[in-house]
C-alpha cells in the first residue's frame, strides 16, 4: 500500500514536500518513485530512488529542483520540491518500479501505485 501526502497549493517559486508511506515489506530494499500526471497528459515519472543502495534518478525538468529521499524509520520516501512553477501542478502519485537488485528499472516499469496527491502551482 502506498499513501501519498503533502499536496498542496503554493505560489510560483516556493517550495512543498511530499510523503509517500509505504508497509515495510515495500519500503525495504525496493524501488520507489514519484509520478506526476497532468489530465490528457501521459503520467511522467519525475524522481525514483533505490531504498537499498539510496541511488537516485530525476527527470531533466525537475534535477537540481526536487530531491527525493528516504526515512527508514517510517518507511516514507519524500519529494522535496523547491523553485515550483505553474508547469509543475499535476497529480503526484507514488509508486513501485520493478527492482533489479542494487538498480531500478525505467519509467514505465512501475507496477503499484499509491492515490495521488494534488500539487498546484499558480
Known amino acids: 500500500q502506498l499513501v501519498e501526502s503533502g499536496g498542496d497549493s503554493v505560489e510560483a517559486g516556493g517550495s512543498l514536500t511530499l510523503s509517500c508511506a509505504t508497509a515495510k515489506y515495500t519500503y525495504f530494499s525496493n524501488c520507489l518513485a514519484w509520478f506526476r500526471q497532468v489530465p490528457g497528459k501521459d503520467r511522467e515519472g519525475v524522481a525514483s530512488?533505490?531504498?537499498?543502495?539510496?541511488?537516485?534518478n530525476y527527470v531533466d525538468s525537475v534535477a537540481g529542483r526536487f530531491t527525493i529521499s528516504q526515512d527508514d524509520a517510517k518507511n516514507t520516501i519524500n519529494l522535496q520540491m523547491n523553485s515550483l512553477t505553474p508547469e509543475d501542478t499535476a497529480m503526484y502519485y507514488c509508486?513501485?518500479?520493478?527492482?533489479?537488485?542494487?538498480?531500478?528499472?525505467?519509467?514505465?516499469?512501475?507496477?503499484?501505485w499509491g492515490q495521488g496527491t494534488q500539487v498546484t502551482v499558480s
Open positions: 530512488i533505490h531504498t537499498g543502495s539510496g541511488s537516485t
Open positions: 509508486a513501485t518500479i520493478t527492482n533489479y537488485g542494487m538498480g531500478c528499472g525505467s519509467w514505465n516499469e512501475a507496477t503499484y
